[in-house]
């Protein structure tokens, strides 16, 4: 094996390393795996920077999205300042690197993507239209909706938590589930359709690179319009050769020489890692010293 | 002493071409700040209570069974 793989191969480790550990901190309450109940101190007030559901048992902060439509859909608020400034706050602060390097549903796609089958590359125009998709669930399903569809008393459901959300599902869902025997009972039709969808999504991320990231995750929407004005950035610099290993080594269908800060790039550092000539370099608010570099 | 005003020229270039490179992201990132403050400060703190309330009980909607 060669020293760049090698590095790669160093780098991927090192980050599923990262998503792991991750995933045990934010679900770091574990008792409640064992008794199926859920965490109910002060930290939840706190929202993780991932998906990860409070319902799920060892949940020790409050997921973002649930937070943002549990709070739209109370009877008192309409709008949550304090769930969506701290949002903004992480977007801000690093994008989407969150999603390649915290995200636990992120990680779970991680390793499906990795079992031996032959991938499926969606024609660069198709992907396009499907990524929109993700900022319907934001503005749409997130947002609007909990405004729009209210009931006689003023409040609404987290309708992308109900219908949509996988990581709820696996995180909560199942585990509360099996682990609580009231939880089984009640049980019906929407825990079926919940279950068929998480599925559905786990076995299309076998062969398509994280399905759900690229093509619903509201939260990645959120860091991805955000991404191009970060602090933390990508930088294409004098030394790039235009030879396109970036781009085809891109899981995401970015072209990191033409929008190295693009909403779609998750910062896995795949395209750093491949590139001959180290064009392409990362930094924290300050541009690196090289000049002639291209940002957005 | 021509030594310490390059360096502080070096100092301010670097304070004022941190802002002029990431005015957007401080922007943003000050705008993100107030709203934290704003949530917090709300109802007497009522925004958190509930964030807290629909925390701490399990979300049946969430987990598919509400």
Known sequence: ?296 | MNGNRNEKQIYEGTFFRFFRLNKWSLLISSVAIAFILIGLLRANGDEVKTLLMKAINICMECIGIG
């Open chain 1, 1 to 296: 094996m060669d020293k760049k793989k090698t590095k790669k191969k160093i780098s991927h480790n090192r980050r599923h390393l990262i998503q792991a550990l991750g995933a045990v901190v934010f679900n770091g309450d574990y008792k409640g795996f064992i008794s199926g109940s859920i965490y109910k101190g002060n930290l939840k007030t706190i929202c993780v920077p991932v998906l990860n559901c409070y319902s799920c048992p060892g949940a020790l902060g409050a997921c973002p999205i649930g937070s943002l439509q549990a709070i739209a859909g109370s009877a008192k608020f309409n709008f949550s300042f304090y769930v969506f400034g701290l949002i903004a706050l992480f977007g801000i602060l690093l994008g989407r690197f969150f999603c390649g390097y915290l995200c636990p549903f992120g990680l779970l796609q991680d390793l499906l993507h990795k079992i031996p089958t032959p991938k499926i590359k969606v024609p660069a125009k198709l992907n396009r239209i499907l990524s929109f998709g993700k900022y319907v669930m934001l503005i749409g399903v997130v947002m609007l909706l909990p405004l729009i569809a209210r009931n006689s008393f003023g409040m609404s459901d987290p309708y992308f938590c109900k219908y949509v959300c996988p990581a709820g599902t696996i995180g909560g869902g199942i585990p509360l589930v099996v682990l609580n025997p009231a939880m089984r009972e009640a049980a019906g039709s929407l825990f079926i359709w919940k279950v068929t969808l998480a599925i559905a999504i786990l076995v299309l991320s076998i062969f398509l690179y994280r399905v759900f990231c690229r093509y619903l995750c509201p939260l990645g929407a959120f860091y991805g319009i955000l991404q191009p004005v970060s602090f933390y950035r990508f930088k294409i610099n004098d030394k790039c050769i235009d030879c396109g290993k970036c781009a085809r080594i891109c899981k995401m269908g970015v072209d990191p020489v033409k929008t190295p800060n693009s909403p779609e790039c998750i910062r896995c550092r795949d395209c750093i890692h491949k590139c001959p000539t180290g064009a392409i370099e990362s930094c924290f608010g300050f541009k690196p010293s090289t000049d002639n570099m291209k940002e957005l």
